[in-house]
């Protein structure tokens, strides 16, 4: 059994990032990060961002608006952004304070600067195989992880555990489409699913992404997969000093004997979706300077 | 086997859009039909469009540009329709002379009129069941055939055959989404597929939408399986006065004896588009004027 290293495939996406940006002329790309109040888990995951645009060359303009904020003012913000040539990237980080809809604040960002792919057009472009829009920073992020693994999907069946609109679907879209590392056959599961084992052990792919710990045993694998852990569920353990230890959707212990490839909680899929964010970015301005 | 007859179910629609459309105030809908130049199917599928429109008292507007149009003045046209708010949706017959870049007159029409469902917004809100959006005809039609045979999708295993943007995609997409008649577990299968038979032999309900005549062959297919042909192939035939007949996707003779429901071709999903776009013309009336 291999280990999937996103440390290592995540650190290797943001070198070569580093190294693009460093031959670039003129002004840098500018990701601007919005962050409404002080939101323990949002703090730490901007802070993350910031680091990362700065270790690469890339310039962050980080807003923080009070948790008072309406809903009109945060999408006047966007607004500004969205007309500012100098921003070529916004993310707003989730959550959200819950008397603004969030949905309708990631719909506010325009689809030229929605660096997290959640916009309406980036996901149809998803399925349209257009390949000027951006891509959700987990589902590309496992097609990267994929991809630098040696994982050809052409001729595989893809089991997608999960059908969410930032990882299940857009991950399946990717997968099915016509181009070289993907072709793959592709199944979609959910809570819904009759029978799910018999449908995961034909997976010669298995992607899982339902946020239930351990939730995928043995006896749902096929000897041989490639098992690909969305999953970061967090479980108490009074043994750690946070109070609790992270595991995915996948009961790695069991699991992980049986796998060709597995991608470990933490360090797999995880560190891949900051690099992709960055990558976004950078395509961004690309797209806006050509 | 019970065969669903679209040609029953179209006509139930139509006479419930002719109520529908009877009971509006004020103007009628209106639906702009775009052809471009003489050619012979076109021309009948307009021709058709217009009497159904006519028939259930929705108001059509067709523009015939001539064959030797620019692209440019083919945008112009659509602009024009687009700010027209007497116009209520927008078809632009396919196909369009090779001068003319299809999908990018496809993606002219403004989303809030395109009621043939082509344009990125609309495919991305299938994808996040966003129900203001517009879907295609031909997998609307699906989904309605589905409904109105007592098909309930939910922990059923569908089992797509091709992915193609107007059919193949947007179906499993709709087959996928959390809502009643809906929520089936999605298997999208194409040319690229390893094993076809051991995938399509676990449909539930199998959608063949590939384009090669009589490809479902009997060993493909589950006893008690709903099968539903998409495919519309001509295949010479001396004996017939037009030179050819019409054959699915599906072996109708092999495959029939063993479903439990399957779509005759012609009178299976055929005559169900031009009712989901009259459909589509009268929710995009509804969506403006409310």
Do not use: W
Not at 36 to 48: F, H, I, L, M, Q
Not at 118 to 137: P, S
Not at 247 to 269: E, H, N, R
Request: glycine share 8%; net charge positive.
């Amino acid at each position: 059994m291999d280990l999937i290293d996103g440390n290592k495939i995540a650190t290797d996406i943001i070198a070569e990032l580093k190294a693009d940006i460093a031959a670039l002329k003129g002004r840098k790309p500018c990701l601007a990060l919005v962050r409404v109040g002080e939101d323990p888990a949002s703090v730490s995951y901007v802070k993350k961002k910031e680091k990362t645009a700065a270790e690469i060359g890339l310039e962050s303009r980080v807003i923080l608006p009070p948790v008072t904020i309406t809903q009109d003012e945060l999408f006047l913000l966007i607004d500004k952004l969205n007309a500012d040539p100098t921003v070529d990237g916004i993310l707003v980080q989730s959550p959200l304070p819950k008397h603004i809809n969030e949905v309708a604040v990631f719909h506010r960002v325009s689809a030229r600067k929605d660096v997290d792919g959640f916009n309406t057009v980036n996901l149809g472009k998803v399925a349209q195989e257009d390949e000027t829009g951006f891509v959700a920073c987990t589902p590309a992020g496992i097609m990267e992880l994929l991809a630098r693994s040696g994982v050809d999907l052409a001729g595989k069946h893809v089991v997608v555990l999960g059908r969410s609109l930032i990882v299940g679907k857009p991950v399946a879209l990717l997968a099915l489409q016509k181009r070289a590392g993907a072709n793959g056959t592709v199944t979609i599961c959910h809570s819904g699913t009759a029978n799910l084992p018999l449908l995961t052990r034909q997976a010669d792919v298995l992607i899982a992404a339902i946020g239930r710990p351990d939730f995928v045993k043995a006896d749902m694998v096929k000897p041989g997969a490639v098992v690909i852990d969305v999953g970061i569920n967090r479980i108490a353990d009074p043994s750690k000093k946070t109070g609790y230890r992270l595991t995915g959707d996948v009961d790695f212990a069991a699991v992980s004997p049986l796998c060709s490839k597995i991608t470990p909680v933490p360090g797999g899929v995880g560190p891949m979706t900051v690099a992709m964010l960055m990558k976004n970015t950078l395509k961004a301005y690309r797209l806006s300077n050509c």
